[in-house]
RNA sequence: GCCGGGGUGGGGUAGCUUGGUUAUCCUAUGGGACUGUGGAUCCCAUGACUCGGGUUCAAAUCUCGGCCCCGGCCCCA
C-alpha cells in the first residue's frame, strides 16, 4: 500500500462533486466580470521565479533538473507565468486583459490549517491599465464572487491599502531603510505594541519617528473617511498623487454598494516581491484563518521578465482556506453524488435495457444500469447510494404488456408507463438533475 | 528547519493512567431472510493495535527512535 503525498489530497466522487460546484460558482462569478480564463503549463523554468525571489521561496520550490540538464520547478503560483505569457505575446493582444485562471499549485512548506503542498489558487488579473477603475474592479469580483458563494459583509473583510504611500510617508519622515520597516510592519499583528516599538527602535529609528509611525497605522477604518482624513494630515506631493487614487478606488466601491466590506489598514503591506501600489487582503471577521486572498498591483513585473512596461492588478485566491471558511459558515455543498436515473431489470430484458440506454444518453441523461446481476432489493439500495433521482424497473412480467414502472426515488410514487413512451419522449417522464 | 499534540478494521471510536482471556461499539463493504421492489429491519461474513528496538513470564497499554497526521513558528509569492 502507499500512502498520499504530505500536504496532498484526494478527491472522491462525492467530494469532487461538492468543489465542482464551488468551482462552477467562482468561475459564473468571474466570468460576469468580463474575465476570460487561461490555463498554463504546471512545470516552468526555474529561473522565472528565482529572478525575483529571495532564498526562503527558492527553498519551498518543487524542483528538479530533467534530462536535458535544465533546472524545472513545478509552479508555485501562476503570475510569473501569465506575465511570461503576456510579455511574450503582447504585441498580439489588445489591452486591457482580463484573465483568470484556477491552476493547481505546489509549495514545498510545511502543511498547516489552509495551507497545503498542492492546492488550487483562483488568479485574476487586469493588465495595460494603470486606471485606479482597474482596481476597483479587482476588488469587486473578489467581493461579489464570494457573495455568490453565500457569504456576506457578517463574515469577511476586505483591507486596503498602498504601497507607495507608506513608501512616501516614511521617507517624509527622514527614513530611507523602510524596506526593513515594512516588514516590521508586516509583523506587526502578530506581537505586542510594546514589541514593535522595540523592533522599530532596533533598526535605529528614532521616537519620534516611531510615534508618527503607530499614528499613521492606526488611522484604519472605513476607507474612504481615511483617505479624507489622510489628505488632510499629510500635503506631500508624492502623498497626495497616491491618496487621489485611492480616493477614486474608495468612492466607486461605496458607489458599487460595497463600503461595508471594506476596511482601509495601512498595516497591509504583502510580503515584499512585487507589489508596487494598492495591496489588499481578504480575512474572515474573526480572524479564525489566514488570509483568504491576497493582492495588489504590480505595475513592474513585466519590464522585470524583459517585456514592455505593462501595468497590472489581480490576485490570488487559495482553495483550503476558502473550504474552511464555507464549512464553518456551512455553506459548503452537500457532497453528494448524483444522477438522473438508475434501471434495474428482473429477468432477461437486455434488449430492451439497451434501447433505453441509447435513447436516454442520447437525450443526454445520465443514466446506469446494474451489472452485477444483484436482485431487485439490491439493485435499488445501489440506486440510492448513486443519487439517482428516479429508478426504471425493467421487468418480464411487465414487459408481456408493454410496459415498465417508474419510480420517482425523492417522493416514493410509482407509476406504470410504456417502454416505448419513455424510449421516444424519455423528456415527457423524467428531469434532469443538472 | 524548529516546537507541541497525536497514530486501534475502509471511515469514526472504546480500551492505555493501574501491562494479563477471543480487542469494544457505530459505520462501511459483501451475502442472506425477500420466488418483481420494506431506500426499513434482522442475521451472517469481511476487516485494525503506524514501524522498529528495549523492559517484562507477558506490551495496543511502559520506554527509546523512525515514519506519518494535526496544530503552531519561520515563510506565506
Given at each position: 500500500m502507499f500512502e498520499r503525498l504530505r500536504g496532498t489530497r484526494d478527491f472522491l466522487p462525492?467530494?469532487?462533486?461538492?468543489?465542482?460546484?464551488?468551482?462552477?460558482?467562482?468561475?459564473?462569478?468571474?466570468?460576469?466580470?468580463?474575465?476570460f480564463e487561461t490555463d498554463t503549463p504546471g512545470i516552468e523554468l526555474f529561473e522565472l521565479y528565482s529572478i525575483k525571489s529571495g532564498e526562503e521561496i527558492i527553498d519551498e520550490l518543487y524542483a528538479f533538473e530533467d534530462k536535458g540538464g535544465r533546472m524545472i520547478s513545478l509552479r508555485p503560483e501562476l503570475t510569473p507565468s501569465v506575465v511570461r505569457v503576456l510579455v511574450s505575446r503582447a504585441k498580439e493582444l489588445s489591452f486591457p486583459v482580463k484573465w483568470y485562471s484556477i491552476p493547481r499549485l505546489w509549495r514545498y512548506e510545511r502543511p498547516q490549517s489552509g495551507r497545503l503542498r498542492e492546492f488550487y489558487q483562483l488568479n485574476i488579473d487586469i493588465f495595460g491599465s494603470e486606471?485606479?477603475?482597474?482596481?476597483?474592479?479587482?476588488?469587486s469580483c473578489a467581493i461579489k464572487l464570494l457573495c455568490d458563494l453565500g457569504?456576506?459583509?457578517s463574515d469577511i473583510e476586505v483591507r486596503i491599502s498602498d504601497r507607495r504611500m507608506l513608501q512616501e510617508f516614511l521617507l517624509n519622515l527622514g527614513i530611507t531603510n523602510y524596506q526593513d520597516v515594512l516588514k516590521k510592519i508586516d509583523k506587526r499583528e502578530k506581537i505586542s505594541e510594546r514589541d514593535f516599538k522595540e523592533m522599530l527602535a532596533g533598526i535605529s529609528l528614532d521616537h519620534t519617528q516611531i510615534n508618527e509611525i503607530e499614528e499613521f497605522l492606526n488611522s484604519k477604518g472605513d476607507f474612504l473617511k481615511s483617505i479624507e482624513g489622510l489628505s488632510c494630515a499629510y500635503q506631500g506631493e508624492g502623498i497626495s498623487k497616491v491618496i487621489f487614487s485611492l480616493r477614486k478606488i474608495a468612492q466607486s466601491l461605496n458607489d458599487r454598494g460595497y463600503e461595508k466590506f471594506i476596511t482601509?489598514?495601512?498595516?497591509?503591506?504583502?510580503?515584499?516581491?512585487?507589489y508596487t501600489g494598492m495591496v489588499f487582503e481578504v480575512h474572515d471577521r474573526k480572524r479564525e484563518f489566514r488570509a483568504l486572498f491576497g493582492g495588489g498591483r504590480y505595475d513592474n513585473l513585466a519590464e522585470l521578465?524583459?517585456?514592455?512596461?505593462?501595468?497590472?492588478?489581480?490576485?490570488?485566491?487559495?482553495?483550503?482556506?476558502?473550504?474552511?471558511?464555507?464549512?464553518?459558515?456551512?455553506?459548503?455543498?452537500?457532497?453528494?453524488?448524483?444522477?438522473?436515473l438508475f434501471i434495474a431489470t428482473i429477468g432477461d430484458v437486455e434488449k430492451e435495457v439497451s434501447k433505453l440506454l441509447t435513447s436516454l444518453r442520447n437525450n443526454n441523461f445520465k443514466v446506469d444500469c446494474d451489472i452485477m446481476g444483484r436482485n431487485l432489493s439490491n439493485q435499488i439500495k445501489f440506486a440510492n447510494k448513486l443519487g439517482a433521482k428516479s429508478l426504471l424497473i425493467v421487468g418480464e412480467r411487465d414487459l408481456n404488456e408493454g410496459n415498465v414502472t417508474l419510480r420517482d426515488l425523492e417522493s416514493g410514487k410509482e407509476s406504470k408507463i410504456s417502454l416505448n413512451g419513455i424510449i421516444s419522449e424519455p423528456s415527457k417522464y423524467l428531469t434532469k438533475v443538472l
Amino acid at each position: 500500500m502507499f500512502e498520499r503525498l504530505r500536504g496532498t489530497r484526494d478527491f472522491l466522487p462525492n467530494e469532487m462533486a461538492a468543489r465542482k460546484k464551488v468551482f462552477s460558482s467562482i468561475k459564473k462569478s468571474v466570468e460576469e466580470f468580463g474575465f476570460f480564463e487561461t490555463d498554463t503549463p504546471g512545470i516552468e523554468l526555474f529561473e522565472l521565479y528565482s529572478i525575483k525571489s529571495g532564498e526562503e521561496i527558492i527553498d519551498e520550490l518543487y524542483a528538479f533538473e530533467d534530462k536535458g540538464g535544465r533546472m524545472i520547478s513545478l509552479r508555485p503560483e501562476l503570475t510569473p507565468s501569465v506575465v511570461r505569457v503576456l510579455v511574450s505575446r503582447a504585441k498580439e493582444l489588445s489591452f486591457p486583459v482580463k484573465w483568470y485562471s484556477i491552476p493547481r499549485l505546489w509549495r514545498y512548506e510545511r502543511p498547516q490549517s489552509g495551507r497545503l503542498r498542492e492546492f488550487y489558487q483562483l488568479n485574476i488579473d487586469i493588465f495595460g491599465s494603470e486606471d485606479p477603475r482597474a482596481d476597483t474592479e479587482v476588488i469587486s469580483c473578489a467581493i461579489k464572487l464570494l457573495c455568490d458563494l453565500g457569504f456576506d459583509e457578517s463574515d469577511i473583510e476586505v483591507r486596503i491599502s498602498d504601497r507607495r504611500m507608506l513608501q512616501e510617508f516614511l521617507l517624509n519622515l527622514g527614513i530611507t531603510n523602510y524596506q526593513d520597516v515594512l516588514k516590521k510592519i508586516d509583523k506587526r499583528e502578530k506581537i505586542s505594541e510594546r514589541d514593535f516599538k522595540e523592533m522599530l527602535a532596533g533598526i535605529s529609528l528614532d521616537h519620534t519617528q516611531i510615534n508618527e509611525i503607530e499614528e499613521f497605522l492606526n488611522s484604519k477604518g472605513d476607507f474612504l473617511k481615511s483617505i479624507e482624513g489622510l489628505s488632510c494630515a499629510y500635503q506631500g506631493e508624492g502623498i497626495s498623487k497616491v491618496i487621489f487614487s485611492l480616493r477614486k478606488i474608495a468612492q466607486s466601491l461605496n458607489d458599487r454598494g460595497y463600503e461595508k466590506f471594506i476596511t482601509f489598514d495601512p498595516s497591509i503591506v504583502r510580503g515584499l516581491d512585487y507589489y508596487t501600489g494598492m495591496v489588499f487582503e481578504v480575512h474572515d471577521r474573526k480572524r479564525e484563518f489566514r488570509a483568504l486572498f491576497g493582492g495588489g498591483r504590480y505595475d513592474n513585473l513585466a519590464e522585470l521578465f524583459g517585456g514592455e512596461h505593462i501595468p497590472a492588478v489581480g490576485f490570488g485566491m487559495g482553495d483550503a482556506v476558502l473550504e474552511l471558511m464555507m464549512r464553518r459558515k456551512n455553506i459548503w455543498p452537500e457532497e453528494k453524488v448524483e444522477i438522473d436515473l438508475f434501471i434495474a431489470t428482473i429477468g432477461d430484458v437486455e434488449k430492451e435495457v439497451s434501447k433505453l440506454l441509447t435513447s436516454l444518453r442520447n437525450n443526454n441523461f445520465k443514466v446506469d444500469c446494474d451489472i452485477m446481476g444483484r436482485n431487485l432489493s439490491n439493485q435499488i439500495k445501489f440506486a440510492n447510494k448513486l443519487g439517482a433521482k428516479s429508478l426504471l424497473i425493467v421487468g418480464e412480467r411487465d414487459l408481456n404488456e408493454g410496459n415498465v414502472t417508474l419510480r420517482d426515488l425523492e417522493s416514493g410514487k410509482e407509476s406504470k408507463i410504456s417502454l416505448n413512451g419513455i424510449i421516444s419522449e424519455p423528456s415527457k417522464y423524467l428531469t434532469k438533475v443538472l
